[in-house]
């Protein structure tokens, strides 16, 4: 039976570490600040800020959620991110996606100041991960490392694969990987022959967005499986990997939920203690 990576313990502990960095950031007068910008009223979204807020308070940071009507001009969005750029109060800015489909999400994104792009989506700070040099990293991306490490998978030399190539789960968590010296392998829907790479992985990761798209044949006896996918099946919310049976050949395996998704909040709010702190200095 597979080790449990259990996200929720992780990041009970994650924010008791971020609890004490933020209260000597605020003794020294410099409470951090997220602002989130909100467009529209998608429920899952709506979900999404009111936990980013509910962690700001737990940590004790400043947090201000932005609400914008859904037919938001691309330019009253741009004018807003520009205000909380300028705002020495604010040390994180996060745009929820998706955003409504008229506006440009790569456009708002670049107008974001890099130093406060908590996210980590900007382009200098995705350039930053692709070329090695220290940035503001993604979130999901960040409490995948974070878990795997907590838990002492080793990583150097072992084959890694990442099963999804979007530019805030599959591109990052590959490039972080790399980095710990894996050797990487990057699968997608025009991967031929999917399972015949996900069958040499030490370490498989699954971000896809399709329930159970991960079976026992097509896991290495042992390895390690992060499940990213939140998917939702009758009122549940499941994961990408078939807990079950995968769990009886996996050697570790994060849980959906209670898994990575406990990590990427946690992760969050130490973007925005860590963006503080720079500051600070
Ligand atoms: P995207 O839809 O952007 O990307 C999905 C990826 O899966 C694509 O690269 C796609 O390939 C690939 N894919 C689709 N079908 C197949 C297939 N049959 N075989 C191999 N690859 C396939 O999703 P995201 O990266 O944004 O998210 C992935 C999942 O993770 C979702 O369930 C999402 O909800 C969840 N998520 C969870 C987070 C958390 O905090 N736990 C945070 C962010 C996301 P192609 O590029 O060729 O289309």
């Given at each position: 039976m597979a080790v449990l990576l259990d996200g929720k313990a992780l990041a009970a502990g994650l924010m008791a570490d971020l609890k004490l960095r933020a209260d000597a950031l605020k003794a020294r007068g410099k409470t951090p600040g997220l602002a989130v910008i909100l467009v529209g009223d998608d429920p899952a979204s709506q979900v999404y800020v009111r936990n980013k807020g509910k962690a700001c308070e737990d940590l004790g940071l400043l947090s201000e959620t932005i609400r914008l009507p859904q037919e938001t001009s691309q330019q009253d969005l741009e004018t807003q991110i520009e205000q909380l750029n300028r705002d020495?109060?604010?040390d994180g800015i996060l745009v929820q996606l998706?955003?409504?489909?008229?506006?440009d999400e790569a456009v708002a994104l670049r107008r974001i100041a890099p130093e406060k792009d908590?996210?980590?989506?900007?382009i200098e700070n995705a350039g930053r991960l692709f070329t090695g040099q220290s940035g503001v990293v993604a979130c999901t991306p960040k409490g995948i490392l974070y878990m795997l490490k907590k838990a002492q998978i080793p990583l150097a030399g072992k084959e890694a694969v990442v099963i999804g190539r979007s530019n805030i789960v599959g591109k990052p968590v590959a490039m972080l990987l790399l980095n710990e010296n894996c050797t990487v392998t990057l699968c997608h829907s025009r991967t031929v022959d999917l399972a015949a790479h996900t069958r040499r992985a030490d370490i498989l990761v699954a971000a896809v967005?399709?329930?159970?798209?991960?079976?026992?044949?097509m896991v290495k006896p042992g390895a390690a499986v992060i499940d990213v996918g939140i998917n939702r099946v009758d009122g549940k919310v499941v994961g990408d990997v078939d807990f079950e049976n995968v769990e009886k050949v996996a050697g570790y395996l994060s849980p959906?939920?209670?898994?990575?998704g406990k990590m990427t909040i946690g992760m969050l709010m130490e973007n925005t203690i860590e963006a503080a702190e720079r500051k600070a200095h």
């Open positions: 020495p109060r604010i998706p955003l409504p489909r008229h506006l908590v996210d980590g989506f900007h967005g399709k329930p159970r798209f991960v079976t026992a044949d959906v939920p209670g898994g990575v």
